[in-house]
């Protein structure tokens, strides 16, 4: 079983779509995340969740809303998709100390 | 603004030698450290923690230090194998409960056979 899984894996879209990534965990964990890693690598965070509770937000466009039904999901809907937004996209869950993150949902924004 | 830097993009070792990589922050205080590997197209996976009050943490190969006076952590991999090739972040989270872990900006590793 995965522990955190999200899907799709790729996504390809046209400018000025919107779209939704799903993440679910089965750790059981209060903290759920989402964050954005670059062309260059750089791993940067977006939100975070705790049981179904925003608790972090980074200054990320309103464009980008989060939704917690439960403690154990996490989508991201984006709205009118820009190029920029074209990037890998991690949710991962965790308490203090350790994160678990799932495989990346790949968005191509063309 | 807060920083964390890990000081190479990319470093070279050959097989069997040790592997020591570093991470420095300024404008933090952070509860504990952390590091992740990351293989291509993969997520990061969890190696290590150390807390503020801990020197030194092992784990098989993998030795992290943590000096909060000199605000860095030094990674090590001893005995350095082709399969310990990945890009290796470090992670801080700051006091206070808060959960907010802020990563570096990760260094590439290639293990030379």
Excluded at chain 1, 19 to 39: A, R, V
Excluded at chain 2, 44 to 61: A, D, M, Q
Aim: charged share 20%; glycine share 6%.
């Amino acid at each position: 079983d995965t522990a955190v899984s999200q899907t799709p894996k790729y996504l390809v879209t046209q400018m000025g779509n919107d779209k939704s990534i799903k993440c679910e965990q089965n750790l059981g964990h209060d903290t759920m995340y989402w964050y954005k890693q670059d062309s260059k690598k750089f791993l940067k965070i977006m939100f975070s969740y705790n049981n179904k509770e925003l608790i972090i937000n980074e200054t990320v466009p309103n464009r980008f809303s989060p939704k917690s039904p439960d403690k154990a999901h996490l989508n991201l809907h984006i709205n009118s998709l820009e190029l920029g937004d074209s990037a890998v996209y991690f949710c991962a869950a965790g308490n203090t100390g350790e994160l678990f993150f799932g495989e990346g949902s790949r968005l191509t924004v063309l | 603004s807060q920083k964390i830097e890990q000081n190479s993009e990319a470093l070279n070792i050959q097989e069997g030698k040790t592997a020591t990589l570093t991470c420095n922050y300024t404008n933090y205080s952070p509860a504990y450290l952390q590091w992740y590997r990351q293989d291509p197209g993969r997520g990061p996976v969890f190696l290590l923690l150390i807390r503020e009050n801990e020197k030194e943490k092992r784990k098989e190969r993998l030795k992290v230090t943590f000096d909060t006076t000199l605000k860095q952590s030094l990674f090590h991999i001893t005995a350095s194998q082709p399969a310990d090739s990945a890009t290796y972040l470090c992670a801080l989270e700051r006091s206070g409960g808060y959960q907010k872990v802020t990563f570096g900006t990760g260094t590439k590793l290639q293990v030379i056979p």
